[in-house]
């Protein structure tokens, strides 16, 4: 069973840069792809892009392209997020999760969906 | 860009009822939709996918319905730890996932 587990709470100032990690234990890491999704305070749940380890390939939604940037260590099963160019709107718990493969697998496939997620790591952007 | 408007916004239910979660989307995703349950503190957790299939160990009083635009949730009968938000979540445009804005399950 995977478990993701996520790096602690970051203080940021205006126009600096946040890394946070998620480390998967158990499971292969590199066959699935791991999805970033944040969700500002008292807000609904987005999606900003994912990666396949085993590929190396990340795909971005379009709102962040440009000011994220997500990688994989296959040595040590873990991902990473990195957003640059903040600002306070992107205060927000961001949480990454298991995903599915380059392309979804038959369906009905419950690998194909976000399960499981880690627990998610608060970002603030303050001056 | 596929959009999911999930209806009610809030909707405030007493234990042993039953719920009716809507979400509609904008164009056809054809089965390729999911819910999600989020309680206060937690990440969500994955309840339904494919509209219509639960996730391991998800209880049998939550199921799924719909393909094309509309989509429902029901609860058969609410649970207290049942009260959390909800949100659907649709992959048409693999790999790209977008939700719904949430609905909110209040106890009355």
């Known amino acids: 069973q995977v478990q993701l587990v996520q790096s602690g709470a970051e203080v940021k100032k205006p126009g600096s840069s946040v890394k946070v990690s998620c480390k998967a234990s158990g499971g292969t890491f590199s066959s699935y792809a791991i999805s970033w999704v944040r969700q500002a305070p008292g807000q609904g749940l987005e999606w900003m892009g994912r990666?396949?380890?085993?590929?190396?390939?990340?795909n971005y939604a379009q709102k962040f392209q440009g000011r994220v940037t997500i990688t994989a260590d296959k040595s040590t099963s873990t991902a990473y997020m990195e957003l640059s160019s903040l600002r306070s709107e992107d205060t927000a718990v961001y949480y990454c999760?298991?995903?599915?493969?380059?392309?979804?697998?038959?369906?009905?496939?419950?690998?194909?969906?976000?399960?499981?997620w880690g627990q998610g790591t608060l970002v603030t952007v303050s001056s | 860009e596929i959009v999911l408007t999930q209806s009610p916004a809030t909707l405030s239910l007493s234990p042993g009822e039953r719920a009716t979660l809507s979400c509609r989307a904008s164009q056809s995703v054809s089965s390729y939709l999911a819910w999600y349950q989020q309680k206060p503190g937690q990440a969500p957790r994955l309840l339904i996918y494919?509209?219509?299939n639960r996730a391991t160990g998800i209880p049998a009083r939550f199921s799924g319905s719909g393909s094309g635009t509309d989509f429902t949730l029901t609860i058969s009968s609410l649970e207290p730890e049942d009260f959390a938000v909800y949100y659907c979540?649709?992959?048409?445009?693999?790999?790209?996932?977008?939700f719904g804005q949430g609905t909110k399950l209040e106890i009355k």
């Open positions: 999760a298991r995903d599915g493969g380059v392309v979804p697998a038959a369906s009905p496939r419950q690998e194909n969906w976000f399960d499981p």
């Open positions: 494919d509209a219509s």
């Open positions: 990666i396949i380890p085993i590929l190396g390939i990340a």
């Open positions: 979540q649709q992959r048409s445009n693999w790999p790209r996932g977008t």
